[in-house]
């Protein structure tokens, strides 16, 4: 017995070294520590050294009950009953333009550019006329510009020609267009026309992982799980709430979790 006791203590030391040399600060390496010197048999539970991404935060595994998903959204309604995208945007068109944009930049960063491009073309023919090396200097801060120049062009040729010239209401017509895809056309059913659609980025992925409103492992789960799982009196509004709450509170390195409105509800084992 007293062997067994001394072999087990051997394998918990082993354990902790390989997992403090790999994750030195990290909470996962003394949470998998804690867990794997349970029993020798969860060996086969460890992350393989040659295979193994970086590691990410842990998310929830908990599923949240429908009340705590109530009180989570009636929490953000209370806090900002009328939310709003921060990009600026006066129109359909002008929506669809600064989305599109948007793709792998900030908000801020398009909105310094659109300032300036909207003043001269904020219709599809306005913005035809530039053609793709007149736009492209009003949009060179921008990543992927070069890209995103031709799509808008084309774009607005296609809203001319197949839509009278109106953003189309539809998510099949808006991502027949160029440069839209599933998130963009989703953002601007939503913000524009008022559907309850969500359109999932990098933040609404990981502050839904991490409350515990989804267990997803892409975008396209999370969507589906969120639209599953959101009480439909909050679903108009439910994307804002967690782009912001995902870009102000629940950032991604240090989730500012003691001035968090929902932190009673969140599943989140490393909220602090
Ligand atoms: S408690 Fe922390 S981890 Fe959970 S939602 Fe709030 S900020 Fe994010």
């Known amino acids: 017995m007293l062997s067994r006791s001394h072999g087990l203590v051997k394998v918990c030391l082993r354990l902790k070294r390989f997992f403090l040399i790999r994750w030195p600060d990290s909470r996962h390496a003394r949470n998998s520590h804690n867990l794997h010197c349970l029993t020798a048999a969860n060996k086969s539970a460890m992350p393989n050294r ?84 007149g736009l492209k200097p009003y949009i060179q801060s921008i990543g992927l510009y070069n890209t995103k120049a031709a799509n808008l062009i084309t774009l607005c040729e296609q809203l001319l020609s197949q839509h009278d010239g109106q953003v189309p209401q539809t998510r099949e017509a808006l991502q027949s267009l160029a440069g839209v895809g ?58 804002h709430w967690l782009i912001l709450h995902g870009r102000y509170t629940c950032t991604a390195r240090k989730p500012k979790c003691d001035r968090c409105p929902i932190a009673r509800w969140c599943r989140y084992p490393d909220k602090a």
């Open 50 to 133: 040659m295979n193994a991404s970086p590691p990410s935060p842990p998310i929830s595994t908990k599923p949240l009950s429908p009340s705590a998903v109530q009180a989570i959204f009636a929490n953000f309604a209370a806090a900002n009953p009328h939310p709003k995208t921060e990009l600026v945007y006066d129109s359909p068109f002008t929506l669809l333009v600064a989305v599109v944009l948007s793709a792998q930049s900030t908000d801020a960063a398009v909105n310094r550019a659109t300032a300036k491009l909207f003043a001269i073309a904020n219709t599809p023919h306005a913005l035809l006329g530039l053609g793709v090396e």
């Open 182 to 239: 599933r998130k963009t056309a989703n953002v601007v059913l939503n913000t524009a026309f008022g559907q309850p659609t969500m359109a999932v980025d990098t933040h609404i992925f990981r502050v839904s992982n991490r409350i515990g409103l989804t267990h997803a492992n892409n975008v396209d789960q999370t969507e589906r799980q969120l639209l599953a799982i959101i009480p439909p009196a909050y679903l108009l509004n439910a994307h």
